[in-house]
Structures are given as C-alpha cells and as structure tokens.
C-alpha cells in the first residue's frame, strides 16, 4: 500500500509539474489539445491522491472514470497537431461523440446498470474499500482508447513534417502508455499504476513537443542566419568539388548566379578555397576568404567577408599617419610630443635645429632641463598643468639653446587624448624674424616711403595723444601746407616729375623745422605739421607759429631745380591754434577751414578764427534752409513776358525766385549758386520744368516758347536729358515750346556727358537758346558749335543807348550775324520806348525787358494772357 502511494503522489507531482511547464513553454502554441490532455491528467491525478485518504471513494473513482473517457481524444489530437495533419470537423465530431455517448451511460447508469455493474470490495487503497465495478461497457471503451493511441501513433510515424528523431521518441512514449494502460487494467483496473502511467506519457510527449519546436526554431534562425547573414557562405561536396548550396550574399559579392552554380564545379570558387585566410579584391571589393571543413559529412563551408569598409578605414588610418608624420617633419616650425611631466617622447628636426641638440640628446629627457632658462625654471611646468585644463595654449616667452643662447619663441600647445593617456603638442616658433618684420611693417605703416615722412594715421594717432597729455594752459598749433597745381605737374611731367618734387618739398621742411615737431604727409600734394608747446597763451602762441611759418613760406617759395627745370611753386597754408580743450576731429575739422579759406585768399595763410566757422555756419543754415523750400515748395517760377514790337507776348522766359511764407520774395542771386554747389539744382531744376510745362499745358494756344534757364551743373549729370524728355513726355506738349537757354560759359564745360544731354535734347525736339550773347570770349564759337534757335543779347548793350554809339554798333553787328545764322535775337533790359524804337530800326523782332512787364507769378501771367486774347478776338 505504501509503494502505491508513492505511486499515486508521484504521477500528481508530474502532472503538476507537467501543467505548469505546458504552460511555461508555451506548447499550446503547437498544440491546443495539449491544455485539456494535461488539465485532464492532473484532475485524474489529485483524484487518485485523495482516494487514499478518504473512506468512500466510489464517486472519486466514477469521476475518475468521466475523466479518463476524454482523455484519449486529446492525445489523438495533440498527435495529430503534432504531425502537422488538419482536422476536419467530421473528425472532430466523431472522436467526441463516441466518449460523449459513453458519458451519457455513465450519468444514466442508475436506470440501465451498463457502466457500473455494483461494487466490489479492495484492498488496493486500505481497509477494503469499496470502488465502483465494471461491466462490459468499460471494456470496450478501453479498446476504443488503445485504438486511438494507436491512431495516432500512426499519424506521427507517417508524418512527412516530423524527423526521425522525433518518430522514434514519439514511439517510445507510446509504447510506454499503451503497455502500462493495459497492465494497469489487467492488475485489476489499477487506478494508481494509470495515473503514474498518464502523467509521465503526456510530460515525455510534452517534452518531445518543445523539442521539435526548438530545433525548428533553432533550424530556422540558423536559415535566415545564413540567408540574410552579411557574409556570403558557400557549401562545397569536398569529394567532387560540387557546389551544394550558396546564399544570395556570396553569390552578390562574387557577381555569380545562384542557380547557374549550384550542382556544379565552379572555377572561381575553387580559386577562392586555394587562398583561403587572403584579403582579395574582387569585384570592386575587398573579400576576406576562410574556409572550415566538415569531416563527417565530407563537406567544405566557404565564407566570403566583405572587408571594404575596414580596409578603406585602414588605408585612411595609414593615410592620416602618413600626413601627420610627414607634417610633423616638415613644418616650419619646431614641434614636440610630451607627456604630461614634460618628458619628449617625439620631436622633429625643426626642433632639434632651433635649439641645437640631437635626437639622442632629447628623447626621454625632460625638456624644462633642456631649453628652460635659469630665471624660467618654474614656468614650464606651470603651462604644462594650464595647458591641460584648458586643452589649448599660446604663449610668448624665452627659451634656451643648448650653447646657453636665448631665444624668443612663441609656442602653441594642445593636448591630445590617446585613451590611455594624454600627450602634449608643442609648436615652438622662432619669434625674432617676426618682430624684426613687425618693426619694419611699423616703420612702413607710421613712414611714407616716398618722403620718410610720417603717416596721416600716424599724425593723427600723435595729435591725440599730444592732445590727452597737455596742461590747460599749454598752446599747440598745426599747419597744413597745400601745394598748388600739383596735380598739373604730374599730368604734364609725370608722376616721377611729382615724386621728386614732393622730396624736395619735404627735405626743406625738415631743415626748417625743430626736431620735436611732427611732420606727415596723408594726401599726394598736402602737408601737416603738428607744434608742440608753442605758448602759454594764445597771443603767445601765434606770433610763435607767425615766426616758423615765415621761415616755412620763405625756404618753399624759392626756387625748385627738379631734373634740370627751374621751377616757382606756390603753396596755401592754413593754421589753427588750438588748447588741450579740443578734440582730435575738432582740430582737423578746423584746419581744413583754415586751409580751404587759404586757397581763395591772396596771400595764401590763413589762420583759423570763429568768422569762419561762423561762415560755414550761415551756409549750412541756408542749405537747410533751401532743402526746406524744395520740401515746402516755395520755389516757385516767374515769367518775364518776350514781346514783338507790337508788345504782343509771343514767349516768356521762367525765373525762378524764393517765395517764403511771409510773402517776401529772395531773388536767384541769392540762392542759386548755393543749390548748385550742394547739387540741389539737380530736382529744383527738374521742379522749374515741371512747373514750366504745367503753365503751357494750361496756355498752350496763348503762348509760343517758354525759355527754362539750365545750369552747367546739370548739363553734367549723366541722365539729365531723360529726365527732361521724361518730364516733357508725361505732359504731352510740342518739345519745340521749351527753350533750353545756357549760360555763355557752357562751351567751357562741354565734356562729353554735356554733348550727349544736349544732343538727346535736341533729336528730341527741344530748341537751345545763348543767354548773354556777346560778353563772352566765346560767343561766337557757339554759332557753329551748336544748333541754336536763338540768341540773348546782353543788357550791358542796350542799356547804353541811346548816348553810346559803339553799342548800337555793336548791336548792329549782332543783329546781322544772327540774321546770317537764321537766329532769334532777343535783346535783354528793352526798358524805355527810345530803346524800343532804336532796336526796331536796327532790325530786331523780339524783345526782353522791364518795359514789356517784370517778371510776375505764372497765374498772374495766365490772366494776362486771357485778358489780351479776350482784346485781340473783339
């Protein structure tokens, strides 16, 4: 009884642990049967355990019995999964249907008497119990349960899914159940020996279950290992040097066709198992070939390894060394590896020249021992640590050569981190070359080479300075010296004539000056010079600065030998005098006043004072001034009416005049120049033809010509005439109606911006006018330089009449040279009927002047018009 308790716990222990490793290891992934066989197998299990420890056990038993009518199924259909075989429900249905059926006998039992037949007495269990006693049914279920195992017995060893391994475990385990089933219903339908029996078949068809599929799992990652593996494998039969198989990488790599190959020999795969253990370059690639040999099955696996990526990164690697070994050697500097105590684990040959020693003296060697002079023994040792916490250095020190001789050195030094531990680079640069070449630079950058006088940055730089250190009551002074028509000895004797001029120039002033004054030259024909320290006041002060300049003015103004030609220079000289209170900008600002009044003066000094300042003051004001009237629009034009000698207007001519907003009127001689000057006569002469053509659009029947006076100014700027022909364009008038009237000095200016706005002007349709014919030189030149329509005789002459003779002769003169050109002539300033009548006899047609009305705003002009076309219609 003892051992059949054994028996009993035993098969409920691996029923247990056979639940918990079908769940554990997932075999109803497999099989779904599998959870119902083992749940099954284990509630049998606990059963026969506790039919030992109770009196009755004639339910426990019946239960047993339920149990053991589904059992089989679930063995036939874990086999079935197993086998890989697909069950159909007609199966399904059947193999259920006949344990059901039985089922039904078994709760039907107490009517029929077929399943039980009564009860029997047992000494199996203790005490003789009393368990449930079988008729026939029961017997034949038990030979539908073998049939079943052997079913599926079948199914495992027909399976084509299942390797023999498998077959024969499967077999075995079978065997096992079938034999110990029907030696547990011979020994008197021993429970305990079924349930022993039943748990240890289910764990070993568990165990084979999990088996299989790890091998699969196992032979299918070993597939897609070789199949998708980054090396190429090539598997060769060693006896007749067959290819058995090749993955898609080898057969990439070596550029081969899988199914051309396989089952042959293949001359290229045979090449590559001679040189196995080789690096090859195949196919634009580098392949590493090894081979390993299978002596059981007589088989040879190839592998093929693409190794570009570390070769091309070892080519490089070696590359980079190279560079750097060959940079190393051969900067131009001197270059040492230190460890981080200083001691040189490499150095080039720069280095070893720059200080003297050889390599054998130096490596090894701590190089604060060998180039740190005696006052710097500290030093280096401190920029080693600085060095290494800031990763870089640049420093400039002295160092020592071997023969004890210092040197100036600049030095670079970074660290390097090899991973085991960090090195020191060093560049040692021989400074003293460079500085030699810095004071040279500086003498270059502080000295004109031409004259070895200083530098305009450099006067500048020590006017500052002598500026900031000056006591209040200390005077200094500074002169600019300007030489003129400078630029017309370079243009007619060339620029070596000039150069040694400026020599000359610059050696007297030298002679002249004291050793502490400051003398540059910043422009090609202009001088400064900076007096220190000349008064302690400003009266003081001039008469010193007086006195040196009348001993400048009378060693220049002598004469100059340059290259055999005697030569008399002038120069202007502009001073200012000036106390610490000045800034730099202040003074220089000054000086260019002093110098530009100097150019215009007679004399040619001219020492700064407010007056001019206060000049430039008024002229600023009045630019501002004018800018304001251009913005506010009261420049406005004025037309002098041009009559024949019936005093009827046939044309005007516009003036142009400053209306300010008190009404006053500023005439152009007040103006005018200014504008031109600053270049506002550029738009205010764009605004007076604009002005000009909204009046003949307005008048165009009442009016003949308009004469707009233009500037030189704007004759030379570059696109004047497209914006004239612009302006004319956008109000659609007849172009003949403007006259264009120049001042006689436009011959002067005629460069050839000037011939193209006048040329443009005149293909466009617009006429030219002379004003002030006659008081130039020349007047007359114009009568076959340009295509003129008319002529404006000067007032000068016609103001003489009726005393002066030689005008009216002069007068005639005009008359009959216009006459022979086909001109207008127009007199100016016709201002009394004697005037009149005397110019009519002459022959003149046209007339200007205060007689036909002074200039008068354009509506004023307007009303006028229609008031006299009003009069001439009745």
């Not at 629009?633 to 209306?659: D, M, T």
């Amino acid at each position: 009884m003892a051992l059949n308790k054994l028996l009993a716990l035993s098969g409920l222990l691996v029923s247990v642990v056979n639940f918990v490793y079908v769940l554990d290891r997932r075999v109803y992934n497999l099989s779904k049967a599998v959870i119902q066989m083992a749940l099954y197998v284990l509630f049998f299990s606990a059963v026969e355990s506790f039919k030992y420890e109770v009196p009755n056990i004639i339910l426990l038993e019946k239960l047993q019995d339920i149990l053991l009518l589904y059992i089989p199924v679930t063995i036939l259909f874990f086999s079935l999964d197993l086998s890989g075989i697909q069950k159909s429900r007609r199966m399904t249905l059947l193999a259920y249907s006949i344990p059901t059926l039985y089922l039904i006998l078994a709760f039907t039992n107490k009517f029929h008497k077929l399943f039980w037949s009564g009860e029997v007495k047992t000494e199996l269990y203790g005490l003789q119990k009393v368990r449930p006693h079988g008729g026939f049914i029961p017997w034949t279920y038990f030979i539908f349960a073998i049939v079943l195992f052997t079913l599926a017995f079948i199914c495992i060893a027909r399976s084509k899914k299942l390797d023999l391994r498998t077959k024969r475990l499967s077999g075995f385990t079978f065997a096992f159940g079938m034999v110990g089933s029907v030696l547990a219903y011979l020994v008197n339908f021993n429970y305990t020996l079924l349930s022993f029996i039943l748990s240890h078949t289910t764990m070993f068809l568990d165990l084979i279950a999990v088996d299989l599929v790890w091998r699969k799992l196992s032979l299918s990652a070993r597939y897609n290992a070789y199949e998708h593996s980054d090396d190429g494998f090539i598997v060769v039969d060693e006896l007749s040097e067959r290819v058995l198989d090749i993955n898609d990488k080898a057969a990439k790599l070596l550029d081969l066709d899988v199914k051309a190959i396989i089952g042959r020999k293949e001359e290229k795969i045979q090449a590559l198992i001679k040189k196995s253990g080789e690096i090859l370059f195949e196919a634009n690639k580098y392949l590493k070939i090894s081979t390993i040999e299978d002596d059981k099955n007589r088989a040879l696996l190839v592998v093929v390894k693409d190794v570009t990526a570390e070769m091309v990164s070892k080519k490089d690697i070696e590359k980079v060394q190279t560079l750097f070994k060959t940079l190393f050697e051969n900067i131009p500097d001197g270059a040492v590896i230190l460890n981080k105590e200083g001691v040189v684990i490499e150095c080039n040959k720069q280095f070893l020249a720059m200080f003297g020693y050889t390599k054998e003296e130096v490596l090894g060697k701590n190089i604060d021992d060998l180039i740190a002079p005696n006052d710097l023994q500290y030093e280096p040792d401190k920029l080693r640590k600085l060095a290494i916490e800031q990763k870089t250095l640049k420093v400039e020190t002295t160092r020592k050569r071997k023969d004890g001789s210092l040197i100036e050195v600049r030095i670079n030094v970074s660290t390097i981190d090899t991973g085991e531990e960090a090195l020191i680079y060093a560049i040692y640069t021989d400074v003293t070359a460079e500085r030699e070449a810095m004071n040279v630079v500086r003498n270059i950058l502080q000295k004109d080479p031409l004259t070895g006088l200083y530098t305009r940055q450099y006067f500048i730089r020590k006017l500052s300075s002598t500026i900031e250190f000056s006591s209040i009551d200390d005077y200094n002074a500074v002169i600019a010296i300007d030489i003129r028509e400078f630029s017309l000895f370079n243009s007619t004797r060339g620029h070596s004539f000039g150069d040694e001029l400026l020599r000359e120039i610059s050696k007297r002033l030298k002679s002249v000056l004291r050793e502490g004054d400051t003398i540059a030259r910043p422009y090609a024909d202009e001088f400064w010079i900076l007096l220190e320290k000349v008064g302690k006041d400003y009266r003081q002060a001039k008469e010193t600065v007086s006195s040196i300049v009348g001993k400048i003015e009378s060693e220049l103004r002598k004469f100059y030998n340059i290259n055999g030609e005697i030569l008399d220079i002038r120069f202007s000289t502009g001073i200012h005098i000036f106390a610490s209170m000045d800034t730099t900008e202040d003074v220089l600002r000054k000086l260019n006043l002093a110098l530009a009044r100097a150019k215009t003066s007679r004399d040619g000094v001219v020492f700064y004072s407010a007056l001019i300042d206060n000049e430039l003051q008024e002229l600023a004001a009045r630019e501002r001034a004018l800018k304001e009237a251009v913005y506010n629009g009261e420049l406005k034009i004025f037309l002098q009416p041009i009559c024949n000698s019936y005093s009827e207007v046939v044309g005007a001519e516009a003036l142009l005049r400053w209306v300010k907003k008190d009404g006053s009127v500023v005439p152009p001689l007040d103006f005018i120049r200014v504008i031109e000057e600053n270049g506002m006569i550029i738009t205010v002469g764009e605004e007076v033809l604009r002005q000009v053509c909204e009046f003949i659009v307005d008048n165009d029947t009442s009016i003949g010509f308009v004469d707009v006076n233009v500037s030189p100014v704007q004759l030379r700027y570059p696109n004047m005439a497209d914006r004239f022909i612009d302006i004319i364009s956008a109000h659609e008038i007849d172009p003949r109606k403007i006259v264009l009237e120049f001042t006689e000095n436009i011959l002067i200016e005629m460069n050839q911006v000037v011939k193209d706005n006048i040329e443009k002007l005149l293909n466009f349709g617009c006429q030219i006018c002379i004003d002030d014919f006659g008081t130039g030189y020349s007047s007359l030149s114009y009568l076959t330089l340009l295509p003129l329509k008319k002529i404006k005789v000067d007032r000068s002459f016609v103001s003489r009449m009726p005393e002066d003779s030689r005008s009216i002769k002069i007068l005639e003169a005009i008359y009959n040279i216009a006459r022979s050109f086909n001109l207008d002539a127009i007199p100016e300033g016709v201002e009394n009927e004697k005037q009149l009548e005397i110019l009519s006899m002459i022959g003149y047609r046209l007339f200007q002047g205060y007689y036909f009305g002074k200039p008068i705003p354009v509506d004023d002009f307007a009303k006028i018009l229609r008031e006299r076309s009003k009069f001439t219609k009745s």
